[in-house]
């Protein structure tokens, strides 16, 4: 944990002012995050998060744990080598700036399995950190709209402890969630705008 502590104290060394979305547009085009992500934030393969309308935070921590190999996934582990802390909130802030919507291949809604979801979901309090509406704020992550397969895969490795992030709070929400509830929670997340 020192590592992630020590990686936010370089981050917020960074004043705001110095993000500028445009520079972030034009690295993400240089470094091909769109042919994963989806030209404008939407991605269209499989397990591959869209990251239109992430708070710029999120984004710039995600980054910044696979850069040191906190978090590992190893295209981005990869992919994020080299990337300096001001280039990192560029992209944060080119991505930040995009409207989230559902991928253009999602599946339509099942009631049974959503209100499942919904139910799960009230239980668990995600609202209480992700916003009632599930946008997101700051180090947290918009999960409505996500893609239903990388939240099902996210989930569950939160729940086994292959994912972490700066705090162990989505490791506790998940603990001794089964396979089928988070079926459930990923497509009521999904299906959420
Ligand atoms: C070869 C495909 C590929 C490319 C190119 C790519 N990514 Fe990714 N990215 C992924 C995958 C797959 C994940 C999900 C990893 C996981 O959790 O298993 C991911 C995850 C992320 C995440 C975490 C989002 C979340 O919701 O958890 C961010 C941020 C991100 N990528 C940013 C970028 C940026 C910025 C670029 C360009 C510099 C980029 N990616 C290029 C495949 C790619
Ligand atoms: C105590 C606050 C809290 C609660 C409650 C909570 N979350 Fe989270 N969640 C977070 C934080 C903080 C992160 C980012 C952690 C990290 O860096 O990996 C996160 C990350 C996530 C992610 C990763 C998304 C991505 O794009 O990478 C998903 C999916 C998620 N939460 C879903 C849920 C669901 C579903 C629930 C309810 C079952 C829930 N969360 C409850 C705080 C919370």
């Known amino acids: 944990m020192t590592l ?8 917020a060394l960074f004043p705001a002012a110095a993000q500028d979305a445009a520079r972030g547009a034009a690295l993400a085009e240089a470094r091909g995050c769109g ?25 710039t921590l995600q980054m910044i744990l696979f850069r040191e190999g906190l978090r590992q996934a190893a295209p981005m582990n990869a992919l994020s ?13 080119h991505y930040a700036a995009l409207t989230p919507a ?20 009230d239980r668990l309090h995600c609202g209480v950190c992700h916003l009632p509406d599930f946008s997101g704020r700051n180090q947290i992550p918009r999960i409505a709209g996500q893609r239903e397969d990388f ?10 402890s292959q994912r ?10 998940m603990h001794g969630v089964t396979d089928a509830e988070i079926a459930a929670l990923a497509h009521f997340m999904a299906q959420q705008r």
């Open 4 to 11: 992630v502590a020590a990686a936010l104290a370089a981050t």
């Open 35 to 59: 042919g994963c992500h989806g030209a404008a934030g939407i991605s269209e393969v499989a397990n591959t998060p869209s990251l239109a309308g992430q708070p710029a935070e999120f984004i």
């Open 81 to 93: 080598q080299g990337l300096e802390d001001g280039q990192v909130e560029d992209l944060a802030a």
């Open 102 to 121: 559902a991928p253009p291949g999602r599946g339509a809604p099942d009631a049974a399995l959503a209100e499942r979801g919904q139910a799960l979901s």
């Open 151 to 160: 939240l099902r895969h996210t989930l569950a490795q939160y729940r086994d």
């Open 164 to 173: 972490r992030g700066t705090d162990t709070n989505m490791n506790a929400v």
